[in-house]
């Protein structure tokens, strides 16, 4: 991937973190940041056997697309990519991938950490559990919100 690359990817098949992390590695790059998401089994009435995604074609990578811009407005970054999964997923499976270059580690970190806090609360993506319970939507978290929260000028986050 060239410096400066953003790249936003949805996709049903299973990916290779590796791979992926490769990919942003340069040599102007000091730290390359990743995280990558799995769906969670639970237990008991909790379970989740299966986790069903869906997104809307062309909205939801120009969503990802910008929440990479707002971090490479805020951190000198070299290289960013997302890809993220939609379709049938089962407990364990990779769902979610963020890679961060930089030259400096700090903002490797940072650029990572929050491409994930807006990833959860202004990507659209829709999500299904299925369980022994039956099928239930994902609510929003306040959680999540309130962390993405941390990042507004007023909360003295980011840059």
Do not use: N
Not at 151 to 158: D, E, T, V, Y
């Amino acid at each position: 991937m060239a410096p400066g690359t953003l790249r936003a990817q949805i996709q049903e098949q299973v990916f290779d973190p590796g791979a992926l992390q490769q990919s942003l590695v340069s040599v102007h790059s000091g730290a390359v940041v990743t995280f990558t998401g799995h769906v969670r089994g639970g237990e008991g009435e909790a379970a989740v056997t299966c986790l069903e995604l869906e997104h809307y074609p062309g909205m939801t990578e120009r969503s990802l697309l910008a929440i990479l811009e707002d971090a490479a407005a805020r951190w000198p970054l070299l290289a960013a990519a997302i890809v993220h999964r939609v379709g049938r997923l089962s407990p364990g499976e990779p769902i979610v991938w963020v890679g961060v270059s930089a030259v400096h580690r700090s903002e490797a970190f940072v650029a990572c950490d929050f491409v994930m806090d807006f990833l959860k609360t202004r990507a659209p993506f829709w999500k299904k559990e299925h369980g022994p319970m039956g099928a239930a939507w994902v609510e929003a978290r306040d959680s999540d919100a309130e962390r993405a929260a941390r990042w507004q000028p007023s909360a003295g986050g980011g840059r």
